[in-house]
């Protein structure tokens, strides 16, 4: 019943993978952007742009030789001191993009850190922790997760889970209220979720019948988890005790549920 208002015209660009929006204000080039976000294209260059410009403010041609750029994520969701955005790419490694008051956005790449069979692994996700900024995970088609603290480098990560997904890590997301809470989402039609204390098991999971390839927690209700599944459509979990509360699915069968998010505008239900 509500409208959607577009803002400006169609922006040509090399494909997108993954767009998110900075949680809060952003100081770039002496000037402060609220509408600012970041987009991971498949050039492998990562671009800077506000929701009223059409030309981006920065492009991010880094970290571009590791192939396609396959995610973004900020961390100053909770806390907006030392801006970071992560990117994960094709080439199995990921890249932090830290903001400095004047050198802009500096990138620091990892080395190849998911492998399979001898190859590299594409980086399907990298996740902020919103609770601890310097912290974040990546997971791969490897079937891994790696947990990393930038203040350790980037040649080690501080945990890896090999042993929790069968398929490939789609998504993951950091709880934005429980500091200990993650979710994730993997291609074995599998949502999990963990306790940063426990990491040896899941807490508790549910099969979605399809491929989970974006998770969403609930801006306000702690216990709401919105995922995107593929050949499933769309669900609405409530993880009290892993039920499905809304199942949504294309009549078609035909299109696949890649992408989804919850309205942030306050008192708004949509999705």
Known sequence: KEKMQV??????????????????????KG?????????????????IRHLHDTEPLVMIDSASDLNM??????NNRLVNDSIMLAS???AGAFAIHTLHETRGFVTQK???????????????????????????????????LRWWDVRCGL????????????????????????????????????IRLFDKRTLKRPLNSFDTQGGVWRLKWHPTDPHLLLAANMRDGYRILDTKDMSS?????LKDGEHLGYGVDWSYIPKSTMV
């Open 110 to 144: 990892s080395p190849v850190i998911h492998r399979a069979y001898g190859m590299d692994s594409e980086v399907w996700i990298v996740a902020c922790d919103y609770h601890i900024p310097s912290n974040l995970l990546s997971g791969g088609e490897d079937a891994t």
């Open 88 to 90: 994960s790419h094709h």
């Open 155 to 190: 040649e080690k990560p501080v945990v890896v889970d090999a042993r929790s997904h069968d398929a490939g890590v789609c998504t993951a997301q950091v709880h934005p209220s429980n500091e200990y809470i993650y979710a994730t989402g993997s291609y074995d039609s599998t």
């Open 7 to 28: 803002y400006g015209k169609p922006l040509p660009c090399s494909g997108v993978f993954d767009l998110k929006f900075s949680h809060q204000p952003i100081e770039l």
């Open 31 to 47: 000037k402060t952007y609220k509408e600012i976000y970041a987009v991971a294209h498949a050039s492998g260059n990562v671009s």
């Open 69 to 74: 750029c396959l995610s973004v994520d900020w």
């Open 245 to 249: 509360a809304a199942h949504f699915v």
